[in-house]
């Protein structure tokens, strides 16, 4: 029988790893040195420590190694010097090129949509969320199962035939009992999603708001301070995995807020597919609060990933609210008087930001420090004012609101 663990390489506490990334014809070294800050903080938070980073500008992934031939050996030589036995890829690789890695290489590998599997694997509290990662985690396992065993290509003897029979017995064995899990898994979602929709209905016609963003922008942070709860807040990625839902009232109106899971570059599909019932309160939501890290140096292409992957959900047509959160940290370049090129993005101040076409294309929206509890009274003002409005379309006679 499979032993799961294994097969998700799973990784251990203060393992050291190396990182690989690639820049393709269109990227600049910027980008790609964000996304591999991001792939830093996402092994950080799995407990890996990063012992040096590998980038390769190439046209294409090659098709066996993801990589060129020459960086493979560059990293194989330095990982044997290092007796370093973990490197880390920022995309998804092929059953076939994990397998290649790993033969080449002599190491384990993980690519980014298995180090974030794990992560959720680490951070699930609930019995609804341990049930969601592991569909996740199985959905992924299905077509790299044939990389789990290579192990016996090094036990076959002459042509071998006994052994190969054998794991291809084992393999099927092991497809089979992956396919009776997901099957079960999926059976176990369906009955604790009829419930959720159960208790959804019981809400009636309250005013239902969502915070959504991308992963560690502060969301329940905000949620704490609104709400006067206790939602788990760690500046880790991933910190909430359960959908938190709390009743809230401003001067006498009450609506319920709810906390979701972040969103992030590369999401894995298996984990937006898993996540789907998580994510009905996102898509029953009468407004998302679209919770934005304003000190980001990319927070705009985070936007961007927010609202495709709530498209992706069928909730990008929702109405929304911007929160530009951590102006206390925000952070510009200011120009010299004698330096007469173009204003870069880098030296914008916040007011800048706040008189740009993003703000106003964005309205509503506000700029707050939810650590320092800057404009928070402004935030709980326009968050009055939507939800007073939608209270008055669904129950026109009461007036008392205004």
């Not at 663990?5 to 269109?26: C, H, P």
């Not at 950080?44 to 190694?65: S, W, Y």
């Not at 790299?144 to 084992?170: A, D, I, P, V």
């Not at 709860?229 to 609506?255: G, Q, W, Y």
């Amino acid at each position: 029988m499979i032993e799961k663990q294994k097969s998700l390489n799973t990784t251990s506490e203060f393992e050291k790893a190396i990182l690989v990334g690639i820049m393709l014809s269109g990227q600049d070294e910027r980008q790609v040195k964000e996304y591999l800050d991001e792939l830093d903080f996402l092994a950080q938070t799995a407990g890996v420590v990063l012992i040096k980073r590998f980038v390769q500008r190439i046209n294409t992934p090659n098709t066996r190694t993801f990589i060129g031939t020459g960086k493979v050996e560059e990293i194989k030589a330095y990982m044997r010097a290092e007796e370093i036995e973990l490197a880390i890829f920022d995309d998804e690789l092929s059953p076939s090129q994990m397998r290649n890695l790993e033969k080449l290489l002599e190491c384990r590998i993980l690519d980014r949509t298995s180090l974030i599997l794990d992560i959720f694997a680490q951070r699930a509290k609930t019995a609804y969320a341990k049930t969601q990662v592991e569909l996740a985690q199985y959905q992924y396992m299905l077509p790299h199962l044939t990389r789990m065993w290579t192990h016996l290509e090094r036990q076959r003897g002459g042509s071998g035939t006994t052994m190969r029979g054998m794991g291809e017995t084992q393999l099927e064995t092991d497809r089979r009992i992956v396919l009776e899990r997901i099957s079960k898994l999926k059976e176990q979602l369906k009955k604790i999603d009829r419930q959720m929709v159960s208790q959804r209905s019981n809400r009636g016609n309250i005013v239902r708001l969502a915070l959504v963003g991308y992963t560690n922008v502060g969301k329940s942070t905000l949620m704490n301070l609104l709400s006067k709860s206790d939602v788990f807040a760690e500046n880790k990625l991933f910190a909430t995995l359960d959908t938190t839902v709390r009743k809230m009232v401003i001067d006498n109106l009450s609506f319920l807020l709810s906390d979701t899971v972040g969103f992030i570059r590369k999401l894995p599909h298996q984990l937006v597919e898993s996540f789907k019932s998580t994510l009905d309160e996102v898509r029953e939501a009468d407004v998302l609060v679209h919770v934005v890290d304003i000190s980001h140096p990319n927070f705009e292409e985070q936007m961007n990933v927010v609202n495709q992957t709530l498209q992706e959900i069928n909730a990008g047509d929702k109405p929304t609210y911007i929160v530009f959160n951590k102006i206390d940290v925000y952070t510009y370049v200011e120009k010299d008087e004698d330096d007469l090129s173009p204003k870069t993005k880098a030296n914008f101040t916040l007011e800048d930001w706040m008189n740009s076409w993003m703000a106003k294309d964005n309205s509503p929206c506000t700029f707050i420090s939810a650590k320092n509890k800057t404009n928070i009274d402004k935030l709980r003002n326009d968050v009055y004012k939507i939800v007073a409005e939608i209270h008055a379309g669904r129950y026109p006679f009461n007036n008392f609101l205004y």
